[in-house]
């Protein structure tokens, strides 16, 4: 069973070449929206958080990282990138540190073939398609 760890902003630099190649590939679907150094930079000063899942002798297999968004109503824990593997177990130590983060829904970006894969196997439904017209 993987475990949930949540490294703290203070110790980016020290796993940063730990998770780096997993957040890389997570984030050639981003559409160009930010790259993997400036990412590293949003960890560091705070404003996403790096959540790994290790493995029984502490190897991370899966590194992700959330971006939390208030509104008025809900608390929203926003997936930004998803890197190795992850399961139903693993999914439901997350949805744990959401509540107790204060958060009431989990959102995340994805393309038709994963959404499809996060509503089989975590449960996810689709709220809305993000569209996008680039000037």
Known sequence: ML????VPS???QQTWDKVETMLDSALAHSAGEYNL?????MLVDGKQVLLVLVDEANKIETAFTVEWI???N???????AIGGK???SSF???KEWVKVNGG???QGAAFESVARLWKRKLGFENRYIIVEYAL
Request: charged share 20%; no cysteine; glycine share 0%.
């Open 70 to 72: 208030n509104h008025p």
């Open 3 to 6: 475990n949930l760890r949540i």
């Open 104 to 106: 009431t829904k989990i």
């Open 86 to 88: 992850t399961d139903a």
């Open 92 to 94: 439901n130590q997350f």
């Open 37 to 41: 150094d400036q990412l590293k930079l």
């Open 74 to 80: 809900h608390r929203i824990a926003f997936l930004t």
């Open 10 to 12: 203070t110790h980016i």
